[in-house]
């Protein structure tokens, strides 16, 4: 099953329903737990692999959606209904969330995973600002363990090939493909460096170090051993591919 196409297919027959019906509490909460969420993991599946017609596809079906509670003053927000939270939305930027704030509300990572895959694709030069820590952006509600999982760190990828990121935001991506059992080349560093290693370099005696999976195990260093040391440096090393890598500031 074409996973991408299932999740699209899904908002467009419930949403269907929805605008032909009485629109009810339990509705919207169907539009909003349905469609809205298909249309965000169906979008995020489609940029992972670059078919990019059914990317925009995906936004214009959301902005159909946009423009369905707009006419009809439905964005409400009472329990688990969150709509509300998209009243103030520019569909053509998204949302900036900041995880130093916490765990976002899901319908504004949603919204993210509809809206900035397509930013993206419609931006000359995209820049690193108009994605601010994807990972967090278009998946803070995806765990490792998730069946998206695999399609958030794609994704993340692309935008990053194109848009350079800080050295720990390189760290992080790169980590998360060894814990999925494969390792890319480096990606372009704002302020550091990367390095493919094959073996476990001599300067980690004193780092703290803790397994990310069965296979794979990361170490970080700062200037000095203690817990809360800064840390300058990254390393990443799998067992299994005899592979890593070593990211730090410069």
């Given at each position: 099953?074409?996973?991408?196409?299932?999740?699209?297919?899904?908002?467009?027959?419930?949403?269907?329903?929805?605008?032909?019906?009485?629109?009810?509490?339990?509705?919207?909460?169907?539009?909003?737990?349905?469609?809205?969420?298909?249309?965000?993991?169906?979008?995020?599946?489609?940029?992972?692999?670059?078919?990019?017609?059914?990317?925009?596809?995906?936004?214009?079906?959301?902005?159909?959606?946009?423009?369905?509670?707009?006419?009809?003053?439905?964005?409400?927000?009472?329990?688990?209904?969150?709509?509300?939270?998209?009243?103030?939305?520019?569909?053509?930027?998204?949302?900036?969330?900041?995880?130093?704030?916490?765990?976002?509300?899901?319908?504004?990572?949603?919204?993210?995973?509809?809206?900035?895959?397509?930013?993206?694709?419609?931006?000359?030069?995209?820049?690193?600002?108009?994605?601010?820590?994807?990972?967090?952006?278009?998946?803070?509600?995806?765990?490792?363990?998730?069946r998206l999982f695999p399609y958030l760190v794609s994704s993340v990828r692309r935008i990053l090939e194109k848009t350079g990121a800080p050295w720990r935001v390189v760290g992080e991506l790169m980590k998360w493909e060894l814990f999925l059992g494969y390792l890319k080349g480096p990606l372009p560093c704002k302020d550091g460096y990367v390095k493919i290693i094959?073996?476990?370099?001599?300067?980690?005696?004193?780092?703290?170090?803790?397994?990310?999976?069965?296979?794979?195990?990361?170490?970080?260093?700062?200037?000095?051993?203690?817990?809360?040391?800064?840390?300058?440096?990254?390393?990443?090393?799998?067992?299994?591919?005899?592979?890593?890598?070593?990211?730090?500031?410069?």
């Amino acid at each position: 099953m074409d996973l991408g196409k299932h999740f699209l297919r899904q908002a467009i027959e419930t949403f269907k329903e929805i605008k032909e019906g009485d629109v009810s509490e339990y509705s919207l909460l169907l539009l909003q737990s349905n469609v809205i969420k298909s249309l965000a993991d169906a979008s995020l599946i489609f940029f992972s692999r670059e078919e990019d017609e059914k990317v925009e596809k995906t936004y214009e079906e959301f902005l159909g959606v946009m423009e369905f509670l707009k006419d009809r003053d439905l964005f409400l927000g009472t329990g688990l209904l969150q709509l509300n939270l998209l009243k103030n939305l520019n569909p053509s930027r998204g949302f900036s969330l900041d995880r130093r704030f916490g765990r976002p509300r899901e319908i504004l990572v949603w919204s993210n995973r509809i809206v900035k895959p397509h930013l993206f694709l419609t931006t000359k030069s995209p820049r690193y600002e108009e994605f601010k820590d994807p990972l967090f952006n278009l998946g803070a509600d995806i765990s490792p363990q998730d069946r998206l999982f695999p399609y958030l760190v794609s994704s993340v990828r692309r935008i990053l090939e194109k848009t350079g990121a800080p050295w720990r935001v390189v760290g992080e991506l790169m980590k998360w493909e060894l814990f999925l059992g494969y390792l890319k080349g480096p990606l372009p560093c704002k302020d550091g460096y990367v390095k493919i290693i094959d073996s476990l370099p001599r300067i980690l005696e004193g780092a703290l170090s803790y397994p990310l999976s069965d296979d794979v195990e990361v170490y970080e260093l700062g200037p000095r051993s203690g817990p809360f040391v800064e840390v300058e440096k990254i390393v990443c090393f799998s067992k299994k591919l005899n592979k890593g890598f070593m990211v730090g500031r410069w």
